[in-house]
């Protein structure tokens, strides 16, 4: 506690001293807020001096917001504006003030989604189609997810080509039925809404629903790149053990994803496409591939590939998930083998 001193920042909102923000958490209303955060120094929760949870941040990889924070969706349902003074907790991602770096879009974020009108009348497009651009997007130079064209078309080789549009195929089919699920809780909400019922959970499983499709229509677009690499090849290959995955350079050239199941190739073929938009392969000694970078790039990175694998099939998936956002760092962190052995924790140890 000694280093809240000297660190103490007095924030003025119309005038009106409302909270004291220090390093370890912030002291509102009289009381002490704390921070929790992930080894990233990102404010995972907030908690009050009891140690209950106040707030709860999920967040993308690049730092958008996945779930909303406990507090600012109450907040926002309450009618008032989630910007001025309230419990809200506005430094996140980083452990900077989100607010300030993109406050019309948390605004913007706040109304579209928990104004049932505006999410069923005005806005299709999700919140996540609005902030990639700019968290992800941007940032890793990939392509814009919506750009989806017919698939396969140039992947080099029949069977390949095969496969792929098989694949794809699929997950069209996926899209298209996680679109009915969106549809479903949409007019689910508009009846509790006649009825004046709380709708939280819908709109919860409606973003849940959106990453997902999100993902896919990444992963579609990443698999039309690599059809369209001039410097490459690829080719799958099926592995028997079940689990099984990677990706092997052949002494042909020919680069394989190998796989037991579809769900697993889009795992690897989303680590080929990290590894492309961070500027090249690494093969161990054996030709296998190998994530580079800081550990974070590639806690990112796993995350990620586990994402689109859950979001294609998620009873081929290593635990239990009821909901995409549960796939984090504290997640990856407690997947173990079959001997109970932690498979990432050496990404997470220093
Ligand atoms: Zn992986």
């Not at 680069?255 to 500027?279: F, T, V």
């Amino acid at each position: 506690m000694n280093d809240m001193r000297g660190f103490a920042l007095l924030t003025k909102v119309h005038g009106a001293l409302w909270r004291v923000d220090t390093p370890a958490g912030y002291i509102a209303s009289g009381r002490m807020h704390y921070y929790i955060r992930d080894h990233q120094g990102n404010v995972r929760q907030v908690t009050d001096s009891d140690g209950n949870v106040e707030q709860d941040n999920h967040y993308y990889p690049y730092g958008m917001l996945m779930g909303e924070s406990s507090d600012i969706l109450a907040t926002a349902r309450s009618g008032r504006n989630p910007l001025l003074p309230s419990r809200a907790n506005p430094y996140l991602y980083g452990g900077k003030e989100y607010l300030t770096t993109a406050g019309a879009n948390l605004l913007d974020f706040t109304a579209r989604t928990y104004d049932p009108t505006i999410l069923l009348f005005h806005t299709p497009d999700p919140l996540r189609d609005k902030y990639l651009p700019v968290h992800s997007y941007l940032y890793c130079g990939a392509n814009p997810i919506n750009r989806i064209d017919p698939t396969g078309k140039d992947w080099k080789d029949d069977k390949v080509k095969k496969y792929v549009k098989r694949l794809t195929g699929k997950m069209d089919k996926k899209v298209e039925h996680l679109e009915k699920d969106v549809k479903k809780c949409e007019n689910k909400i508009a009846n509790l809404s006649q009825k004046g019922k709380d709708t939280t959970k819908e709109y919860k499983k409606i973003e849940n629903l959106k990453a997902q499709i999100n993902e896919l229509k990444q992963s579609k677009n990443e698999i039309e790149q690599l059809g369209a690499d001039k410097d490459n090849t690829y080719a799958f290959r099926n592995v028997d053990a079940n689990g099984s995955h990677r990706v092997v350079k052949g002494k042909d050239g020919v680069i394989y994803i190998e796989k037991s199941s579809d769900a697993l190739a889009l795992h690897e073929l989303r680590h080929i496409a990290q590894s492309k938009s961070s500027g090249g392969f690494v093969y161990d000694e054996k030709g296998v591939m190998r994530q580079s970078g800081l550990k974070n790039t590639v806690i990112r990175n796993e995350l990620s590939a586990y994402r689109i694998q859950y979001s294609f099939d998620k009873y081929d998936f290593p635990s239990r998930v009821d909901d995409i956002r549960q796939i984090n760092n504290l997640w990856l962190y407690e997947l173990k083998d079959s001997n109970g052995n932690r498979l990432y924790e050496y990404l997470h140890t220093e």
